[in-house]
């Protein structure tokens, strides 16, 4: 049965708008043949309406969900991604692992064979049906388009229903800017089975207003905060239970979104003294605050009998640093475990399951404590620890100040200049592997608003320059911090640059992305695990020296690029990318091997 291109395109249409109408605003597309309806009617959207969803084209699969996945990422609400049928499919994978465990509400459309031609050879045929498994939050398999009422009513269902099942904030662009990726959302999977003629008739009468019904005449209503389960009276039993005992706060990725949330976690933790180990992800080192605790991982090297907890409140995953984590599970300790949906607890620790979110508690416990008189919630014992944590803190930021008198040849310095210089307001995302851990060893709690991002679900390389680049989307100013094996591994994004320049002739803002690019030639982190090792193997499974001439690499994608190999140098080459439009590369040449040599007066 032929296809008719006029269904097509009021069924798609319906879809679409209902999409955008229930928060998504964003839409990348990898180009392909059976997913033409999809695109077509996409891409008609944006034009006829660009203030209400922005379309992306990125040619690399792989890539292009990543894309998608930092848009949402940086954004919380969700974005929408749409491949051909076949291999396609599969490439998307990754980026829908991410978004499973980091909790990004990402919509993935993928275009697929009809029934008549499944199972019989056909080219670029294979089954789709629930090819992400249990990956995904909910998946749907669409009709072939139709355009009766109860066909355009269903296709506006459907999109409703893939945006609950996606999550996140459905929220607009005046909501408070972020400052960390603290997302509740997932990945939910839709398969439109088309036929041809595969062209959709765009001219097709009330393209994107068929099938509407009340629900446009009421008023743009947003969804609103998660449930929480958390009340008064458990507050109250709380407030006894941490009554007297040496309370310690861990806050991990997913601890806060926004500056507003932050300055609500901070005023709790004040009013109890709590000392809060801030992860570089959670959001919480935009302030000075004296409880924020930014130097834990190198105070955790030695710590003391001092800084032992009774009770330990975890908000978000667990934090980058593998010794803060070693630290938690070795403490004898009661284990509060604060999340809306899940313990994340591979420690295997959790003594008390809090399901709300980390502003939910804090501001009920502070509530409660209003009812009470002050004294008989503060302890000496409290303050005691408290102390403790904050002089072995303050300790460990003057050895870590040292870096600051490092020309050259050492990561850490670089991170440091990155965080100095990155600017008011901007997005610092971080990859995977050394770069990570060596923003949360260099990244000093301060006054300045930086949103910092990194692809902690999985810990992957995957994608990392593709999500950092969609991420950009929403900041006029991003710096992604990564090593060589990182950059290479996603290489094809630097592609985006095309892309970039065309979304800015379209009329939309002209983001700068500088990658900070800590080139070591190898996988240097691996000097630092057990597998370090004097044979052959070492080198040759791990460090893997890889020779590649970035300079070059930029150059065939029209990525200006600067080499240096000191501070002086990199600060002038860093301050003359910021700002400018597209893609820039900025190269560090560091040593690949002694890298534990390097950081020993940091970390130990």
Known sequence: MRADPTASALFLGAFFDELERWGVRDVVVSPGSRSTPLAMVAYELSRRFPERLRLFVDVDERGAAFFALGLAKASGHPAAVICTSGTAVANYYPAVME????????????GDRPARLQGLGAPQTCDQLNAYGAHVRAFRHMPEPAADAAALAFARQAAREACIAAGGELADASEEPRIAGACLGGPVHLNF??????????????????GRGMQHALPDLRMANPPTYFDPIDAARMLDMLRGRRVLVVAGEGSCATAGEANALLAWAESFEYPLLADPLSGLRTTSDALVVDHYDTVLAAPTEALAPEVVIRFGRYPVSKRATTFLASADAVN????????????????????CTPLDLSQTLLSAMRGLARESIMSDRQHAFATAWLDANAEAGRRIEAVGAVEGGFEGA????????????SC?????????????????????????LCNRGLNGIDGTVSTALGAAQRFEQTTLLTGDLTLLHDLNAL???????????????ARSIVIVLLNNNGGGI?????????????????????????????????????LVENVDAFDAAYGEALGVPGISLVEVRVPLEGLPERYAPYWS
């Open 99 to 110: 978004a499973e465990s980091s909790r990004v509400p990402l919509i993935v459309l993928t």
């Open 414 to 425: 670089f991170v440091r200049r990155v965080v100095e210089r990155a600017p008011e307001g």
């Open 336 to 355: 509060i475990v604060v999340d809306p949906l899940e313990t994340r607890d591979f420690n295997c620790a959790t003594d008390l399951f809090m399901r």
């Open 193 to 210: 089975p088309f036929d041809e003629p595969l062209k959709p008739d765009l001219h097709a009468e009330d393209l994107f207003e068929a």
């Open 526 to 562: 691996f000097d630092m695990l057990p597998q370090r090792s004097d044979d052959p193997y070492f080198e040759r499974l791990f460090l893997t020296p890889q020779d590649v001439e970035f300079g070059a690499a930029a150059q065939a994608f029209g990525v200006p690029h600067r």
């Open 428 to 452: 610092l995302f971080a990859a995977n592997s050394m770069s990570v851990r060596a923003l949360d060893t260099f990244y000093p709690k301060g006054d300045k608003r930086l949103t910092v």
């Open 495 to 509: 592609a985006l640059q095309r892309e970039l320049r065309v979304q800015v002739a379209l009329g939309g803002p």
